[in-house]
């Protein structure tokens, strides 16, 4: 069972920061791209950020400029640096692991922006 481990969630005030993390074992983190996805209640699991082994990122139109996803190989770690938030920022944050037909998916982390 593969395991990506996500942590950073929280509550900010509007116009706040914050930065989740995902671990993930290192063959998963060698091989396959990285990427967040977020859910609202009610609502679908929609794309947000991806870094691919090489370091190549692409981002959702919705969050460009305002969310870095980077990846620290030395921790087998990637990250979502979340600036300029907004209360529909608000969702639940989820890691992912893509190489060709497989998925792995973390459990989750909660990010609240509200005053």
């Known amino acids: 069972q593969v395991q990506l481990v996500e942590s950073g969630g929280g509550l900010v005030q509007p116009g706040g920061s914050l930065r989740p993390s995902c671990a993930a074992p290192?063959?998963?983190?060698?091989?396959?791209?990285l990427g967040w996805y977020r859910q609202a209640p009610g609502k679908q699991r929609d794309f947000i950020a991806l870094i691919t082994s090489g370091g190549s990122t692409n981002y959702a139109g919705s969050v460009k400029g305002r969310f870095t996803i980077s990846r620290d190989n030395a921790k087998n770690t990637v990250y979502l640096q979340m600036n300029s938030l907004k209360s529909e920022d608000t969702a639940v944050y989820y890691c992912?692991?893509?190489?060709?037909?497989?998925?792995?998916w973390g459990q989750g982390t909660q990010v609240t922006v509200s005053s």
């Open positions: 290192g063959a998963i983190f060698v091989n396959y791209a």
């Open positions: 992912n692991a893509n190489r060709r037909a497989v998925t792995y």
